[in-house]
C-alpha cells in the first residue's frame, strides 16, 4: 500500500508558474511508476504526466507538453510536476497517482493509489 499527499495548488494568473509535489509512504517509493491527474467541474479525469521507476521515462498528454515537466527524487519520495505557462483550461484538482506493475499508463483506471488533490486554480 502507499499513500500520497498532494501539495503545491493554488491561485495564479496565467502565464505563472506552479510546482506540485507528491509526497509517498509505505511501499518503497522507487518501486512505482507515478502519473499525475486532474479533474475539473463537471469533466472526467484526465491524464497530464507520468513518470517510470527510475524517471528516465516519461509520458505527457499533448494539452500540457513543452509546459509542464514531471520528475521525481527517489530519495526524497517525492514526485514533482513544475506547471510554467498556466492557462485558464489548466483549472482543476490535480491528483498524484501510483501503481503497482512496472510501465507507465495514461489511464486513471491503471493506477492503484490515489493522494486528496490538490487545488490549481488559473485565472485570466
Known amino acids: 500500500q502507499v499513500q500520497l499527499v498532494e501539495s503545491g495548488g493554488g491561485l495564479v494568473q496565467a502565464g505563472d508558474s506552479l510546482r506540485l509535489s507528491c509526497v509517498a509512504s509505505?511501499?518503497?517509493?522507487?518501486?512505482?511508476?507515478f502519473g499525475w491527474f486532474r479533474q475539473a467541474p463537471g469533466k472526467e479525469r484526465e491524464f497530464v504526466a507520468a513518470?517510470?521507476?527510475?524517471?528516465?521515462?516519461?509520458n505527457y498528454a499533448d494539452s500540457v507538453k513543452g509546459r509542464f515537466t514531471i520528475s521525481r527524487d527517489n530519495a526524497k519520495n517525492t514526485v514533482y510536476l513544475q506547471m510554467n505557462s498556466l492557462k485558464p483550461e489548466d483549472t482543476a484538482v490535480y491528483y498524484c497517482a501510483g501503481r503497482q506493475y512496472y510501465y507507465i499508463r495514461t489511464r486513471p483506471s491503471d493506477y492503484d493509489y490515489w493522494g486528496q488533490g490538490t487545488q490549481v486554480t488559473v485565472s485570466s
Open positions: 509505505g511501499r518503497t517509493f522507487s518501486s512505482v511508476p
Open positions: 513518470i517510470n521507476r527510475s524517471g528516465s521515462v516519461t
